[in-house]
């Protein structure tokens, strides 16, 4: 396959002393959707944070188009994350903006396009998350599934190699859900940009995925092409895709020391 | 023992917390000269800022420091009075205020006006990730949100304080008439006359310098805030707390120097 847009080797986070990714390698190729699962606590979010430069990986490397991200300078970081767009779970709109000063504001700071191709641009991209004629309201004025939504919108602003959602579908009611894992899959079609998507919806990841990278407690447990993963019979794996209860502790002495880390 | 512990962790804490103030004030300088942002579009922000938090003050700030004007009057013709010396109200008032109440009140107002909104608008957006999302897309934080505050604040402190600087002495100058003492021309003529341009170019000087600490203070706060909405609230307390707490130790190294500087001039 073609070079690697996206690989990490043996990356290692850390927030203080806790450790949550334990060594994660893998690669991520031009044009393909990878659909990052896994539960609570699994180190997903920690993961893409990683991936766009929010936290700094502790050991290991991440590369983003050949550029390692955590040894990178601020203006190299800069012109990697002018090539990438990240959809956040909440939104993340600036609340003191309109939805089309939001969408605007990458392309208002960094090109130097005149403003009347711009307000055609924040059109154009809000009529493709079917949100035409809202650029005038404010983020609060908009429902949860309007404001990700716009998110999509802004991230989609600078036209980027690489787009990251950061939980879709979470919190939404099925229909929206459904039009919001449509609208990645016609981003997909017509764009054939690289997409990392982190979710824990089961049915959303199969449906949008070209591979599947499920995560356990920092750990990869599975990689693959979605049917692979579907398939599989290791039984973390097959815990996490039929929805089966963690009921026992699986060790014995890591349930005792849970209760007695940290105390001296 | 333990106390002494406590004593120097709590020095310790402070003195880190006053050199994380200079870290930001140096990288917004540095940002301000070698902005990654558009300049026009970062003087935009800083207009947006300075009408917010410099022209949004001047009614409430005209209105104490006059009132403080009128006090300064009457508590200083309450004694004047006994020596008979009420000629000497103007000076009183105007190096009074000019020196030490202008620049101070401004900065108290201000504090509450802007510092505290400055804290809870950047603790906001770290709540709701908006700062991460402003990271993402290539706007340094600082750069976008913190550079134009400290411009809009170095600017119009100093031009607070000097209209605060008249009002006050307006305040003064009504006291002085309606008592009878003075008329309008003589109370003019009698501030004149006791104020040089020293007593206006050091509380000029102070309320720059409390601007920038105010900012400073508040942005700090900001971006330290937690997740949750209580800890949105705690910051803007500290920034309110803290930002006082500053300009008034600033104020006292101020005045000490200038005190000392006088001494051997």
């Given amino acids: 396959m073609a070079d690697a847009v996206i690989s990490a080797s043996d990356l290692r986070v850390r927030y203080g002393e806790r450790e949550v990714l334990h060594g994660l390698t893998f690669e991520i190729f031009h044009g393909e959707t990878v659909v990052v699962i896994g539960g ?12 766009v430069g929010l936290e700094k990986p502790f050991s290991g ?32 709109l600036i609340g003191s903006l309109p939805v089309g000063e939001n969408i ?38 908009l429902s949860g599934g309007m404001r990700k939504r716009a998110a999509f919108a802004r991230a989609l602003a600078m ?35 690289t997409m990392v998507v ?26 693959g092409p979605a049917q692979e993963v579907r398939d599989s019979q290791h039984p973390r794996v097959r815990q996490f895709l039929d929805r089966v209860a963690d009921t026992t502790q699986d060790d014995d002495v890591d349930h005792l020391r849970m209760f007695t880390e940290g105390l001296r | 023992m333990q106390f002494v512990a406590e004593v120097g962790a709590a020095s310790e804490r402070s003195v880190a917390y006053v050199g994380g103030l200079a870290q930001l004030f140096g990288k917004s300088l540095r940002l301000l000269f070698l902005s990654p942002l558009k ?23 005209s209105l104490i420091t006059f009132f403080v004007g009128v006090i300064i009057a009457l508590q200083g013709a309450y004694e004047l009075q006994r020596l008979g010396a009420m000629q000497l109200v103007a000076s009183l008032v105007s190096i009074s205020i000019t020196r030490e109440l202008g620049p101070l009140v401004t900065a108290i107002v201000v504090i509450g006006r802007s510092g505290s909104a400055f804290a809870a608008e950047i603790g906001t957006m770290r709540v709701t990730e908006e700062l991460d999302a402003l990271e993402t897309m290539a706007l340094d934080p ?27 002495v307006l305040g003064g100058c009504v006291f002085g008439i309606v008592s009878g003492n003075f008329t309008f021309g003589s109370y003019v003529i009698a501030t004149r006359d006791a104020l040089v341009a020293h007593d206006i170019t050091t509380g000029i000087v102070k309320a720059l310098v409390f601007g920038l600490v105010i900012t400073a203070v508040g942005c700090q706060e900001g971006f330290s805030t937690g997740a949750g909405a209580e800890e949105v609230g705690r910051s803007t307390t500290s920034a309110v707390v803290i930002s006082i707490l500053l300009v008034i130790l600033i104020d006292l190294v101020f005045t000490i120097l200038f005190y000392l500087a006088r001494g051997t001039a």
């Fill in chain 1, 61 to 92: 490397d991440v590369r983003i188009k050949g550029v390692d991200i955590g040894r990178a300078s601020a203006r190299e970081m800069d012109d990697i994350r002018k090539k990438i767009g990240l959809a956040f779970q909440g939104g993340a």
């Fill in chain 1, 198 to 223: 982190v979710t824990h919806e089961l049915a959303s990841a199969f449906l949008i995925a070209d591979r599947i990278i499920l995560l356990d407690r920092g750990n990869i447990i599975a990689m």
């Fill in chain 1, 40 to 51: 609570s606590g699994s180190g997903k979010s920690t993961l893409l944070r990683t991936l």
């Fill in chain 2, 39 to 61: 300049r026009s579009r970062l003087l935009q922000r800083a207009e947006h800022q300075a009408m917010a938090a410099g022209v949004g003050a001047l009614p409430i700030i």
């Fill in chain 1, 159 to 193: 036209d980027p190699e690489i787009l990251f959602f950061d939980e879709p579908s979470a919190g939404l009611d099925p229909i929206t859900a459904a039009g919001i894992d449509g609208l990645i899959l016609d981003l997909k079609e017509a764009y054939s940009m």
């Fill in chain 1, 104 to 141: 605007a504001l990458p392309l208002l700071e960094h090109t130097s396009l005149k403003p009347t191709t711009i307000e055609v641009m924040v059109r154009i991209k809000l009529e493709q998350v079917g949100l035409s004629g809202f650029e005038n309201y404010n983020p609060a004025q």
């Fill in chain 2, 142 to 168: 600082v750069a976008f949100l913190v550079v134009p505050k400290f411009l809009a604040m170095a600017v119009m402190l100093p031009c607070l304080a000097i209209w605060s600087d008249f009002m006050g």
